[in-house]
């Protein structure tokens, strides 16, 4: 068991502990002793045992007196008869807020429900957000838990290694502290995946002798090269942990033996332009690896982690990673956040430091996320992911995880500006909107007034803010769209019996009836309608007598007829009686085309989908939804269609086909073509036409291409 001499000695190594700050640890270390008396750990070790080892990982991490003082109690208010108000008027405000925190974030239920694990995340976020302290000494706390793990019941062992996986590695990463990640993530593996744990553990064991031999011929080399240069640096060699190796077979798919950069290099300088030339130095001995270098110093880590990575082809042709980093920037990858906090004794100087920075303080602001779900992805994604950096075209640099693309940048930059972003320019370049941005990139976002966002970027955008903002667009657009589907399913329904909604409604016939339905208004009864959580029928009900509910329908009148309804177009070309905003999409299993009798489906949220009035689909749903609707006459759009040529197999056929195509003047955006036996073969076309007709002529010409056996329309295809 840690004394208090060893972590006040620890305390003196980093910072100045005046006298009434030791008596001050003192009393928190006798009056936890005292409250913990008796109690024992699973280890079979004095419970005291805890508090200190935890309070030794404290000083380890390079935390300040308070959260040393902290340490010591953590455990008291929870574990024992202590109360809060009891740590506060012995040790003061600051101790009774760490510690109420510190226990919080442990009675955190775990459970295996989504919901209430996001619920539990989220309190922990909000926890260090006001003073990250609370999070560096839990993750003390977790880390000596981890390292007895052994002593609990394996339920409990796989549930507590899970979390700390997922959870606080993580943390600890996005905090910058690498001896506590690396860790955490070796205990957690050990119990999560104990098999692979001892096995890769058994091998490496075998291996050491060897890289340590290898360790110090690569560093007498590195060491004589910088002399040349007159470079001063340490050199250090160190494996990679065990998670680290496994995770890098696993993901390039590697044998043990086939790990070749389990060793990590670390030129260590005294000063930044001493960096750049050891690097040099190093190129200058041994190859490197193209696309391997990279320039953290320019470009810090979101951690604020600084270096400069490279690989080389070492020695014996293998490779070799090295990095280099100044003494300062090697404190900061080792300590993270603690090392930019300045002491004044006992004391950080400024109250500043406690506070989150960076990316994961917009973790507070994910106010709008409705669904656990979604906030727990978004909470792991951003934890774990890394990032890229792109320029805006005035050079401001924005900061994006992994894999985000240009619709990303559109939303770090406004709302507005990624729901209308319609193309992008990348160093120049017109590049698609699923693109992966690279660190480096000047992105242009070209935006467009009537654009939205499409569903289909939810497949591709990296991070949580763009995810967030579609999702809630959507969502609003949906409800938007269901509102004005009940209301006109509402209103056809009435009109079936000879009522008039509208009418109605002004006369304040309808209050009662929704009223006995709990709906607040109107509005909220059109969106029910329009989810089809209810039916309009129980609002008839209400009015009128459930005999004349009975009766088929009456036709539509002759009047109806004459006084057509306002039309107005919509996107897409097509009429709907009524609707001036209403969204259109073409169904993809009938894909119809102008020329064709066409009928639309009111779908739950989605706005209308337009069939042909054939199509087989419609026979299946509910003819309520089903609404008039017509080509708008002056729309010049185009509209997808596909075509399958079955013909001889002779050269030069498809280029004939094409060029048919092409004399019709219509635009193919792919054209494919595959024999079936010596003989045959099958293309296929997606073109593009104005309506039926067109289609017809084509299909017509290409008939007449010699060789061409049977040309067919298809539909059901994936472009529509
Ligand atoms: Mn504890």
Known sequence: MIRLNDIVEKLNSYLHLPENDREYIKRAYVYSAKVHAGQKRSSGEPYLSHPLEVTGIIADMKLDVSSVVTGLLHDTVEDTLTSLDEIESLFGKEISFLVDGVTKISQLPYTSKIDEQAESFRKLILATAKDIRVVLIKLADRLHNMRTLEFLGDDRRKRIAKETFEIYAPLAHRFGIYWVRTELEDLSFRFLNNEEYERLFKLIESKKKEWVKYVDEVKGIIDKRLEEFGIKAEITGRFKHIYGIYNKMK?????????????????????????????????????????????????????????????????????????????????????????????????????????????????????????????????????????????????????????????????TIHTEIGNKCTRAMVNGKLVPLDYKLRSGDTVEIITTSDKYPNRDWLKFVASTRAKNKIRSWLRSEETKQSKL??????????????????????????????????????????????????????????????????????????????????????????????????????????????????????????????????????????????????????????????????????????????????????????????STDVESAIGTFDIVVSDLEQLENVMKSIKKVEGVLSVERVVGGDEI
């Open 251 to 411: 993901v390039q798919n590697l044998e043990f033996d086939k790990v070749f950069d389990v060793i990590a290099f670390r030129i260590i300088t005294s000063s930044l332009r001493d960096c750049y030339e050891a690097l040099g130095a190093v190129h200058s001995t041994w190859k490197p690896v193209p696309g391997r270098f990279k320039d953290f110093i320019a470009l810090p880590k979101v951690n604020s982690y600084q270096a400069l990575h490279t690989t080389v082809i070492g020695p014996y042709g293998e490779r070799m990673e090295i990095q280099i980093r100044t003494r300062r920037m090697h404190e900061i990858a080792e300590y993270g956040v603690a090392a930019h906090w300045k002491y004044k004794e006992g004391k950080i100087e400024s109250d500043e430091s406690y506070k989150v920075y960076g990316t994961l303080r917009q973790l507070l602001e994910w106010k709008d996320i409705k669904d656990p779900k979604e906030f727990l992805e978004a909470i792991k994604g951003e934890l774990i992911s890394d990032v890229v950096y792109a320029f805006t075209p005035k050079g401001d640099l924005k900061e994006l995880p992994i894999g985000a693309t240009p619709v990303d940048f559109a939303y």
């Open 485 to 674: 589907v009940g209301k006109s399913i509402s209103e056809r329904k009435f009109k079936q019996h000879g009522l008039d909604f509208q009418k109605m409604l002004k006369k304040r016939e309808l209050d009662k009836a929704l009223s006995e339905l709990k709906f607040k208004d109107v509005e909220e009864f059109f969106l029910a309608v329009g989810f089809g959580k209810v039916s309009v029928v129980d609002l008839l009900k209400r009015i009128v007598p459930e005999s004349e509910l009975e009766q088929p329908p009456e036709k539509e009148s002759r009047i109806d007829k004459i006084i057509k309804t306002i039309t107005r177009s919509t996107e897409g070309g097509v009429l709907v009686r009524g609707y001036d905003d209403v969204m259109i999409k073409f169904a993809r299993c009938c894909s119809p085309l102008p020329g064709e009798e066409i009928l639309g489906y009111i779908t739950r949220g989605r706005g209308i989908t337009i069939h042909k009035n054939d199509c087989p689909q419609l026979l299946d749903v509910d003819p309520l939804r089903r609404i008039e609707v017509e080509w708008d006459k002056s729309y010049k759009g185009f509209r997808p269609a596909k075509i399958l040529v079955t013909c001889t197999d002779r050269p030069g056929i498809l280029t004939n086909i094409t060029s048919s195509i092409s004399t019709s003047e219509i635009n193919i955006s792919k054209a494919e073509m595959h």
